[in-house]
């Protein structure tokens, strides 16, 4: 029995996944706040490449570059770990995780469309640019460019892709800790609406086709005493007939032994 209730409720969210994706495919409007979503993490993403370029470039052409002396630096590393310098040596295994990773924040971007709180969608847009960034050096040059350093506190080498991940996630645990149980419970009532809704449709459309049935129904009985009434009645007509005809013959008969009788009297005579 539960065998039997479990393949029902997994085939129950397969043909809910289906009808999710098909309306999400067909929704408009979905597309285009995620295509601009993914605009603003283009632009976080082209920061990225443009500060690489000219301040990497220029550090690693020309040295150190001063901004507050002793406080924070431009200075170029290689990194062939993950942020910060962690992982060093794992770029082939890093670049994979990453690229299924952004694969993935790609899908619930398009997917988690009607989670519109303004944290979750800044945390996904953030961590998308920060990741594809470092993606990009990686698949590129086999390493990561990193290039601002707090040299006051000896912190690890990073870059702006470094920054959007870091910011990213903060603002994401943000969002689970204080707007994620509220906005799920929104959401959940408005698919009870939504199923309560389509229910009543349901309800009415099978009320109105079982009217119709019945009028269908009647109108067929209708039909059928028409030619019921017709039948009996043509059957009463033949019956009159046939005794008009019966009364007829027996008229004749009668008649005919009169006659006969009446001949063999005047013979008699």
Same mark, same amino acid.
């Given at each position: 029995?539960?065998?039997?209730?479990?393949?029902? #409720?997994?085939?129950?969210?397969? $043909?809910?996944?289906?009808?999710?994706?098909?309306?999400?495919?067909?929704?408009?409007?979905?597309?285009?706040?995620?295509?601009?979503?993914?605009?603003?993490?283009?632009?976080?993403?082209?920061?990225?490449?443009?500060?690489?370029?000219?301040?990497?470039?220029?550090?690693?052409?020309?040295?150190?570059?001063?901004?507050?002396?002793?406080?924070?630096?431009?200075?170029?590393?290689?990194?062939?770990?993950?942020?910060?310098?962690?992982?060093?040596?794992?770029?082939? #295994?890093?670049?994979?995780?990453?690229?299924?990773?952004?694969?993935?924040?790609?899908?619930?971007?398009?997917?988690?469309?009607?989670?519109?709180?303004?944290?979750?969608? #800044?945390?996904?847009?953030?961590?998308?640019?920060?990741?594809?960034?470092?993606?990009?050096?990686?698949?590129?040059?086999?390493?990561?460019?990193?290039?601002?350093?707090?040299?006051?506190?000896?912190?690890?080498?990073? $870059?702006?892709?470094?920054?959007?991940?870091?910011?990213?996630?903060?603002?994401?645990?943000?969002?689970?800790?204080?707007?994620?149980?509220?906005?799920?419970?929104?959401?959940?009532?408005?698919?009870?609406?939504?199923?309560?809704?389509? *229910?009543?449709?349901?309800? *009415?459309?099978?009320?109105?086709?079982?009217?119709?049935?019945?009028?269908?129904?009647?109108?067929?009985?209708?039909?059928?005493?028409?030619?019921? #009434?017709?039948?009996?009645?043509?059957? *009463?007509?033949?019956?009159?007939?046939?005794?008009?005809?019966?009364?007829?013959?027996?008229?004749?008969?009668?008649?005919?032994?009169?006659?006969?009788?009446?001949?063999?009297?005047?013979?008699?005579?």
């Amino acid at each position: 029995m539960n065998n039997t209730q479990d393949k029902k #409720s997994g085939k129950e969210m397969i $043909n809910e996944m289906k009808i999710a994706l098909k309306t999400a495919i067909r929704d408009k409007k979905r597309w285009l706040i995620c295509l601009t979503e993914i605009l603003i993490a283009g632009v976080l993403l082209a920061i990225d490449l443009l500060t690489k370029h000219f301040i990497y470039g220029e550090c690693k052409a020309n040295g150190r570059i001063n901004i507050i002396e002793g406080v924070i630096c431009f200075e170029a590393v290689e990194n062939t770990g993950a942020s910060f310098g962690i992982f060093q040596g794992n770029t082939l #295994s890093l670049a994979i995780v990453s690229l299924v990773c952004a694969a993935v924040l790609l899908i619930f971007l398009f997917y988690s469309y009607k989670r519109r709180n303004l944290w979750l969608r #800044s945390a996904l847009i953030l961590i998308l640019a920060g990741a594809t960034g470092n993606i990009i050096d990686r698949l590129a040059l086999g390493y990561v460019r990193d290039f601002v350093y707090f040299e006051l506190i000896d912190f690890a080498v990073f $870059n702006f892709a470094d920054s959007c991940l870091t910011v990213g996630t903060i603002v994401l645990i943000i969002y689970v800790l204080f707007f994620y149980s509220k906005e799920e419970k929104e959401l959940q009532e408005k698919k009870k609406k939504e199923k309560a809704a389509l *229910t009543a449709e349901s309800a *009415t459309s099978d009320v109105t086709n079982a009217g119709a049935d019945s009028v269908k129904m009647e109108s067929e009985g209708s039909e059928d005493k028409s030619e019921n #009434s017709e039948a009996n009645e043509s059957i *009463t007509v033949k019956d009159g007939k046939k005794e008009e005809e019966a009364i007829t013959e027996e008229r004749k008969t009668a008649e005919c032994k009169d006659k006969e009788t009446s001949g063999t009297e005047e013979n008699n005579g």
